[in-house]
């Protein structure tokens, strides 16, 4: 059983525009929501994480929105730039010194 | 920041012998360490957590007999595949967390290591 359920599984986004991707989970003890960017052939990279006691987060063009009743988080890229083009996976944790779930990535394609 | 160094980044080894993927922390004291296994344009998929000094606790499904692992100091965690096969073929990609960092509980990716078994 998924843990954490990702949509779109890619996306097609024109360079200045808005990248939206959308996370879904069932568990309701997940205390901390990770955004993960992958390159191919490299491991992930930490992008922005938000904690359910928060709506939302904004680092710089990366923003998370999170929606606690509904157990959804999405994250945002704006101005989002060809550079941007990768792989991006949600996560969800509970307590600390613990495992992540990982939605199913979203690859992401900005055309310049 | 923290750097998790993995290596090799990639290997090619005959069906049959035995793979060894390494995972250091180079600037941080690693307590726990993950495994993970990624597929062509899937997820990552954690394989098994490791602790140093302990016996590492494997996810249901993962041979623990064909994935041997090992951490046996606080900057160094092992995998080793046994007896490779053609579908143990995949990118493993192994997880260290620095106690002492608050920024994401401290867990840092390794560059992942792809196996080719042929």
């Known amino acids: 059983q998924q843990q954490v359920k990702q949509s779109p599984q890619s996306l097609i986004v024109q360079k200045g525009g808005i990248s939206i991707i959308n996370c879904a989970y069932e568990n309701t003890a997940f205390d901390y929501f990770p955004w993960y960017q992958q390159f191919p052939g490299k491991g992930p990279a930490l992008l922005i994480a938000i904690r359910p006691d928060v709506s939302e987060k904004k680092e710089g063009r990366f923003t998370i929105s999170f929606n606690k009743s509904a157990k959804q988080f999405s994250l945002h890229i704006m101005d989002s730039q060809p550079g941007d083009s990768a792989t991006y996976f949600c996560a969800a944790s509970m307590g600390n010194f613990n495992k992540f779930y990982f939605g199913s990535g979203t690859k992401l394609n900005v055309k310049p | 920041g923290a750097v998790v160094s993995q290596h090799p980044s990639w290997v090619i080894c005959k069906s049959g012998t035995s793979v060894k993927i390494e995972c250091r922390s180079l600037d941080f004291q690693a307590t726990t360490m993950f495994w993970y296994r990624q597929f062509p344009k899937q997820s990552l998929m954690l394989m098994a957590t490791s602790n140093e000094g302990s016996k590492a606790t494997y996810e249901q499904g993962v041979e623990k007999d064909k994935f041997l692992i090992n951490h046996a100091s606080l900057t160094l965690s092992t995998l080793t595949v046994t007896s490779a096969h053609p579908e143990d073929s995949s990118f493993y990609i192994c997880?260290?967390?620095?106690?002492?960092?608050?920024?994401?509980?401290?867990?840092?990716f390794g560059s992942g290591t792809r196996l080719t078994v042929v």
């Open positions: 997880s260290a967390r620095d106690p002492t960092a608050l920024l994401n509980y401290g867990y840092t």
